[in-house]
């Protein structure tokens, strides 16, 4: 099975940037995508972002499109999530995700379901 530790949140202020790192360990790597949603209090779950392990295809809610970048690196079994231009309403707790369902279909699934396997998740705070 899969694992996933996240690191990297912070408090920044409105304008700032952050990086988020996830890093994966166990069997059968190959066999999940890693994305992350985030969740802040009184609000929904809201998916934010997922990369295909396939072909590296990748998706984004609409509130952080332009704004984030999610890429990874394999051969360290890590993926970053790169946010830019940040927002006060980006303030939420922000878990990593690793999941073998479709990618297309996660950032949607994880709104409502939980993902096969997530990490304890990193504060991200954005101050106006």
């Known amino acids: 099975d899969v694992q996933v530790v996240e690191s990297g949140g912070g408090l920044v202020q409105a304008g700032g940037s952050l990086r988020l790192s996830c890093v994966a360990s166990?069997?059968?790597?190959?066999?999940?995508?890693i994305g992350w949603f985030r969740q802040a209090p009184g609000k929904e779950r809201e998916g934010v972002s997922v990369?295909?392990?396939?072909?590296?295809?990748?998706y984004y809610a609409d509130s952080v499109k332009g704004r984030f970048t999610i890429s990874s690196d394999n051969a360290k079994n890590t993926v970053y999530l790169q946010m830019n231009n940040l927002k006060p309403e980006d303030t939420a707790v922000y878990y990593c995700?690793?999941?073998?369902?479709?990618?297309?279909?996660?950032?949607?699934?994880?709104?409502?379901?939980?993902?096969?396997?997530r990490g304890q998740g990193t504060q991200v705070t954005v101050s106006s």
């Open positions: 995700a690793a999941d073998p369902r479709p990618p297309s279909r996660l950032l949607t699934l994880w709104t409502h379901l939980r993902p096969h396997r």
């Open positions: 166990g069997s059968n790597l190959d066999e999940y995508n």
């Open positions: 990369i295909s392990r396939r072909d590296g295809s990748t």
